[in-house]
């Protein structure tokens, strides 16, 4: 059974940095497409960060300079360093992923089968 599992400290001050990770299970991230999602309560989840199987990535504008997305294909793991973090990035981020052959809207939360389970992440003014 596919996991994936989201880690990471969940909050900081304006301007701070935080690394979040998404170890998988039953899944090979590295040969896989991988995005970050996040959704505030009564809004839809909307799409951050992707990663294809070459590494390639895109971004929403909203966070486009500040985020990185990155995979490490020995820990099996998804990363996401987010940078000069703002009030407005308060959400629950979810990590997703799934075959690079189904992927065709790389942000948009349909394409992704595997979720997992969110993390909360607060940005303090």
């Known amino acids: 059974q596919v996991q994936l599992v989201e880690s990471g400290d969940g909050s900081v001050q304006a301007g701070g940095s935080l690394r979040l990770s998404c170890a998988a299970a039953?899944?090979?991230?590295?040969?896989?497409?991988g995005g970050w999602f996040r959704q505030v309560p009564g809004q839809e989840r909307e799409g951050v960060a992707f990663?294809?199987?070459?590494?390639?990535?895109s971004y929403a504008d909203s966070v486009k300079g500040r985020f990185s997305i990155s995979k490490d294909g020995a820990k099996n793991t998804l990363y996401l360093q987010m940078n000069s973090l703002k009030p407005e990035d308060t959400a629950i981020y979810y990590c997703?992923?799934?075959?690079?052959?189904?992927?065709?809207?790389?942000?948009?939360?349909?394409?992704?089968?595997?979720w997992g389970q969110g993390i909360q992440v607060t940005v303090s003014s």
């Open positions: 990663i294809d199987s070459d590494g390639d990535t």
């Open positions: 039953e899944y090979t991230l590295s040969s896989s497409c």
């Open positions: 997703a992923a799934d075959s690079c052959l189904l992927v065709v809207a790389a942000l948009s939360p349909e394409e992704y089968n595997y």
